[in-house]
């Protein structure tokens, strides 16, 4: 069992940065892919990075690339995005989530954050 709460939204100003944090409980943390998900109002869920369980392989949308890092920190039972360059279509609701395996689809993911709100301004 693995419960996350993810942290750090906000409202910022396009071209500004946030970073998300996501703390996890649970002593499978660390063998965990960790992926970050977005939603916007009346969209679907959709992929945004993941990193897999040691931190050494990233994968990112298109949509973000070169602008958002995703990282970890195995003892802190944490996992980060860091975003830069935030564009108003970058507003949703982040979430993370736990799974065993990299994979860019929502189902593939067991356990799941309860979201932080991102708002860019333009």
């Known amino acids: 069992q693995v419960s996350l709460v993810d942290s750090g939204g906000g409202l910022v100003q396009a071209g500004g940065s946030l970073r998300l944090s996501c703390v996890a409980s649970?002593?499978?943390?660390?063998?965990?892919?960790m992926g970050w998900f977005r939603q916007a109002p009346g969209k679907e869920r959709e992929f945004v990075a993941v990193?897999?369980?040691?931190?050494?392989?990233?994968y990112y949308a298109d949509s973000v690339k070169g602008r958002f890092t995703v990282s970890r920190d195995n003892a802190k039972n944490t996992v980060y995005l860091q975003m830069n360059s935030l564009k108003p279509e970058d507003t949703a609701v982040y979430y993370c989530?736990?799974?065993?395996?990299?994979?860019?689809?929502?189902?593939?993911?067991?356990?799941w954050g309860r979201g932080a709100q991102v708002t860019v301004s333009s």
């Open positions: 989530a736990a799974g065993r395996y990299v994979a860019r689809t929502p189902g593939s993911y067991d356990y």
């Open positions: 990193v897999n369980w040691r931190g050494d392989s990233t």
């Open positions: 649970g002593r499978t943390f660390s063998s965990n892919a």
